[in-house]
């Protein structure tokens, strides 16, 4: 099998730069390995602020922090840690992230207002935040606008590479820009996961067309991905517009082209963080068609996805397409079992609830000892449609996760 790191090959690395933002990352002591676990994205100027955050209940005090604090929609600097998720800690919790924001805009010489913070790591254990004062001089002396790539590795956890990714767009001869940073492996599934992804963009914006277009974009990304069907107490998706390109959401134009590129820097970075999945070895589209309607598409799409029989038939490259339609079977949707089809790429297995038989699963076979491929479900019950992406549940997965905390 191949490591997970093999699967993304085109990672863009420091090249990531969008105008009027900064970045940066340090390392703290708030990681048991010495590796970098404090990271900033500073805007030049006060930027427009939106954010989508974990529908999970209970929530860190990060993310209740920043729920208050975006309602002005107004932000200049996130900063983020690594090590310690500050969850589950209750008003000391608040406290310490109150305080790493302050600690960040007496540095960084801005409104404590205008600071949002995210963490992730190990939930229940107070935050370091002694530390993160020791070490946040030096985070703001070495901000610059080449530093997207070392705030990736500083929120790192269980995953094995930096996600990062920016792509510009063009509206009469004016560029404008999107980059971000992203970080997740495991505890993912929608309505977000174990995740945290911090944008930036010239693009002018006020809050009420960045809003709805950032959630949007999650819902085509972060919102179609699944690990392993857990999501998590930190999920956070922040999004900071500054202005400085000259163009504005205001104008049809741009707010369409802005929209697309949007979509495919979380697209993109929503795939690498499936890519990335704790011991994954695949990425797999599941791809339903033919239902009455998308609700219906996405939890059979959804139900496939999460099957842990599936998912570990897929990290045995073992075409066992009996796992699929049981899963389709309990997906709690009107269906017709003599009816669906089941395609490895082009690769019948199964025609109207039927096997097609053993040549063709050992065809599907050597579909499956690819990295990526797409799985499809017919349904022939309508005319609609979803894809969910997900990945293969390996050996590394259980010794990953079992061994989080040591």
């Known amino acids: 099998m191949k490591n997970s790191a093999s699967l993304f090959k085109n ?9 009027g933002f900064v970045a940066g990352a340090v390392t703290s002591g708030l990681k048991k390995d010495g590796k970098k676990d404090l990271g900033m994205i500073f805007s030049e100027v006060s930027a427009c602020a939106a954010g989508v955050f974990t529908t999970n209940l209970v929530q860190a005090a990060p ?3 920043d729920k208050e604090r975006i309602k002005t929609g107004r932000c200049q600097a996130i900063v983020a840690n690594s090590g310690n998720a500050n969850a589950c800690t209750g008003r000391r919790g608040i406290e310490d992230a109150e305080a790493v924001a302050r600690v960040a805009a007496v540095a960084l010489g801005i409104p404590e207002e205008l600071v949002l913070v995210a963490s992730t790591g ?20 070495q901000l610059n606008g080449s530093g997207f790539y070392d705030m990736a590795e500083a929120i790192m956890t269980t995953v094995t590479f930096p996600k990062i990714f920016s792509k510009q767009g063009y ?33 002018g914006a006020k809050q009420d067309l960045l809003i709805p277009a950032l959630k949007e974009a999650v819902a085509t990304s972060f919102n179609a991905i699944t690990v392993d069907g857990d999501t998590s107490t930190n999920d956070t998706v922040l999004l900071l517009a500054n202005g400085l390109s000259g163009l504005s959401l205001r104008e049809a134009s741009c707010a ?11 697209f993109t970075l929503a795939l690498q963080i499936v890519k ?40 045995g490259e073992d075409a066992n397409w009996g796992r699929i339609m049981a899963a389709v079977g309990r997906a709690g949707v009107p269906i017709n ?3 669906i089809d089941i395609v490895f790429e082009d690769v019948y297995v199964v025609r109207d609830g039927e096997g097609i ?40 997965y259980v010794q990953v996760n079992a061994a989080y905390r040591s």
């Open 171 to 203: 509206i009469a001869g004016k560029v404008f820009t999107v980059g971000g940073v992203a970080k997740g492996a495991g505890m993912i599934h929608p309505d977000m996961a174990t995740m945290l992804c911090l944008l930036c963009t010239d693009i």
């Open 11 to 19: 990672n863009p690395g420091p090249a990531l730069k969008v105008p």
């Open 256 to 266: 369409t082209a802005f929209q697309k590129v949007l979509n495919e820097v979380l």
């Open 276 to 315: 990335d999945g704790e011991g994954a070895t695949k990425l797999v589209s599941i791809h339903v068609e033919g239902a009455s309607n998308a609700d219906d598409a996405r939890q059979v799409a959804y139900t496939v996805a999460n099957s842990p029989l599936v998912k570990t038939a897929l990290f």
């Open 357 to 396: 038989g053993k040549q063709a699963e050992e065809a599907a076979t050597t579909v499956l000892k690819g990295d990526r491929f797409t799985i499809t479900i017919d349904l022939k019950m309508g005319s609609e449609g979803a894809t969910i992406h997900t990945c293969d549940l390996s050996t590394d």
């Open 337 to 339: 079992p003599e009816t």
């Open 63 to 65: 993310v209740l922090l």
């Open 122 to 141: 190990v939930i229940g254990q107070r935050l370091n935040v002694s530390a993160i004062e020791v070490a946040m001089p030096k985070l703001v002396g």
